[in-house]
């Protein structure tokens, strides 16, 4: 951040989740979608996840088949759940995926979506109680969890510890897992609000804020604010890239395309548009509509751009995105340098 001025990228969800919604679980049609991707320009692929709660194929397994399918483009979870696996299955699991990868790897993190059905989810894998007073909070599990994969990746080093000892878990011979592609192990990016909690933990702990702030205005004081508190924490400039997280629907018809939008959400996350809207950005209509939206996020400074396409059939909408949304992001992030 700061003087360092980071790479442009935006990149494209896999539907891994639309495809559980159909019930075709087609991991080649996964691998076209991505190696179409690859072709039209995207630079990242991404892939949620969920056991019961929004239930799709594993994101750890879909991203390795990709990893092979693919040469160019980076790599991500948005996001995955620590809460879901054993922190030391997912740091072997991770640090696995990074080699398949090449090192293209980035590991968004989050808590999950809040809702009885994300409580319901980590209670059916044994994870830690996160409600009732006294008791751990979803932000501090999902730190201590981060932690403890660092500890992990790095404890090769000369004088690194091989023991990890926190409040909820503890781990020793953390020297003898699988060693990451990079030497620190994949960027962490969290998946989160712009609350003060939040950007304090995420300038101090992460490499990335994947947000989803529902305007642009909103999302350039929370870039402003997170670029600061960098600062104070000591980290270099670039250390954090600011990233958005967008759900879009283009179409013609802003009618039709808003419609089709609502349909999608009501599927995934058994809400309405109006209640998805209100805590997550979303853009629908025309695609030069959706394209200025954009546009406004990647002024507010917004460095990486992960796209959700917001259809059950996401593949008939990705040329045009790519045409009109993509290319108008990238023009946006030339005048502005």
Do not use: K, N
Request: proline letters at 7%.
């Amino acid at each position: 951040m700061g003087a360092a001025r980071q790479p442009f990228r935006v990149g494209v969800l896999l539907p891994t989740r639309e495809q559980a919604i159909l019930g075709e679980y087609g991991v080649s049609a996964l691998l076209d979608f991505a190696r179409r991707a690859e072709a039209l320009g995207f630079d990242s692929l991404w892939t949620g996840d969920s056991l019961i709660a929004r239930p799709r194929l594993d994101p750890l397994v879909v991203l390795s088949a990709v990893g092979t399918a693919t040469r160019r483009l980076l790599l991500g979870t948005a996001t995955l759940a620590p809460a879901l696996r054993h922190p030391l299955v997912a740091a072997s699991m991770v640090s696995s995926l990074d080699h398949v990868s090449s090192g293209r790897l980035v590991v968004g993190v989050g808590p999950g979506f809040p809702g009885p059905e994300t409580d319901e989810e980590t209670a059916a894998v044994g994870a830690p109680a996160v409600v009732g007073a006294g008791q751990a909070t979803r932000a501090e599990l999902l730190d201590e969890t981060t932690a403890l994969w660092r500890t992990a990746w790095s404890s090769s080093r000369p004088g690194a510890p091989h023991r990890f000892t926190g409040r909820h878990w503890q781990a020793d011979g953390l020297d003898r897992l699988v060693r990451p592609a990079a030497p620190d192990g994949p960027p962490l990016w969290l998946a989160a609000d712009d609350t003060a909690p939040v950007l304090e933990r995420t300038a101090r702990l992460y490499d990335g804020w994947l947000s989803f702030l529902t305007s642009a205005e909103a999302y350039g004081r929370a870039r402003r604010r997170l670029e600061d508190l960098c600062r104070r924490a000591g980290r270099r400039p670039g250390a954090v890239t600011p990233a958005l997280y967008l759900t879009v629907t283009p179409g013609p018809d802003e009618r039709r395309a808003r419609v089709e939008l609502d349909d999608y959400l009501e599927h995934c996350h058994g809400r309405t548009l109006e209640q998805m809207a209100a805590v997550q950005a979303c853009a629908w209509g025309p695609s030069e509509h959706c394209a200025q939206r954009l546009a406004d996020y990647v002024r507010a400074g917004a460095r990486h751009i992960v796209l959700r396409i917001g259809s059950l059939r996401p593949e008939t909408h990705l040329r045009e995105i790519a045409d009109v949304l993509m290319s108008t992001a990238r023009h946006t992030d030339q005048e502005s340098t």
